[in-house]
């Protein structure tokens, strides 16, 4: 499924997937990661969740 292509948005999948879950309340996101709450399912939230933070750029390059 779809990985994570920066550390940012690897966080904001995270945070996107804890609502879902509802281990945290919806008014806690802001910007990206409300944005994919809304529109992607928990298990693509928590593949994108799950990409390893250790080789990826901080923010998505813009190319």
Same mark, same amino acid.
């Given at each position: 499924m779809a990985k994570a !292509?920066?550390?940012k948005q690897q966080m904001a999948a995270g945070a996107?997937?804890?609502v879902?879950?509802?281990e945290a309340p919806k008014s806690s996101l802001r910007?990206?990661?409300k !944005?994919?709450?809304e529109s992607m399912?928990?298990?693509e939230l928590h593949d994108m969740a799950a990409t390893k933070r250790k080789n990826?750029?901080?923010r998505e390059s813009k190319d």
């Open positions: !292509e920066s550390k996107a997937l804890a879902k879950r509802g910007g990206a990661s !944005e994919m709450a399912s928990e298990k990826l750029p901080t």
